[in-house]
């Protein structure tokens, strides 16, 4: 039986399954992305899973920094529903191409809000180096940054993107969905060639925990 959180990514194509090429020359079975003009209720729907997930659903402010162009529409969505739920939420965008960024300085109740730089996907982490700087100049000191999907495997250097962003920027990734959230959910044929690139790639992580499921 498809699973819910597969069932949601096909709908909206974000999960296409196919050999696909990174920069590097990996080959990966499947590919997660949005596809072009993504409808509103796409975001919507992302939104009200951020705010489920456990990083966030304790929050009581936050203010949310979307990376143009990509990052807008999430964080814009976060925001709206933060609003809906209640909490004190404000928005900025961030231009990564941008020489400066043109932010109001932060106040004086930094510390009881929760700073979170929002983008569809991180991957090398090249994109939050453009931003940072500019984001503390004006006061704020981030400790989250927000994306969509996490295929729980690590690159050329033995890291996840996780522990890559942590130690470089000192930053919680959070990811509103993890590959182990919907690999039991798939078909066999393609669960079986996702295993089987994480069993070279995959973090220890995701193999301790697949180790304890029954995938057959």
């Not at 962003?165 to 039991?184: G, P």
């Amino acid at each position: 039986m498809i699973s819910s959180q597969v069932s949601f990514l096909l709908r909206y194509g974000l999960y296409q399954f196919g050999e696909t090429v990174f920069k590097n020359g990996r080959i990966s079975p499947y590919t997660v992305r949005l596809q072009q003009y993504p409808p509103n209720e796409l975001f919507q729907f992302l939104a009200q899973l951020a705010w489920n997930l456990e990083q966030l659903a304790s929050l009581q402010a936050i203010h949310c920094f979307g990376i143009a162009n990509s990052g807008i529409r999430l964080a814009t969505a976060i925001y709206e529903h933060g609003l809906r739920l209640g909490k004190h939420a404000e928005l900025s965008i961030l231009y990564p191409l941008a020489t400066e960024q043109h932010l109001s300085p932060a106040d004086g109740n930094q510390e009881a809000t929760a700073t979170a730089l929002i983008d569809n996907a991180v991957t090398t982490g090249e994109t939050l180096a453009k931003v940072l700087g500019g984001v503390r100049q004006f006061g704020y000191r981030p400790e989250v940054t927000i994306r969509i999907f996490d295929r729980e495997d690590v690159g050329e250097d033995g890291q996840s993107t996780v522990e890559r962003i942590k130690t470089r920027f000192d930053l919680d990734l959070i990811s509103i969905f993890k590959l182990r959230d919907i690999v039991l959910g798939l078909d066999p044929m393609e669960r079986q060639a996702i295993l089987a690139y994480q069993s070279e790639h995959g973090t220890t992580s995701f193999k301790d925990w697949i180790g304890g499921q029954s995938v057959l």
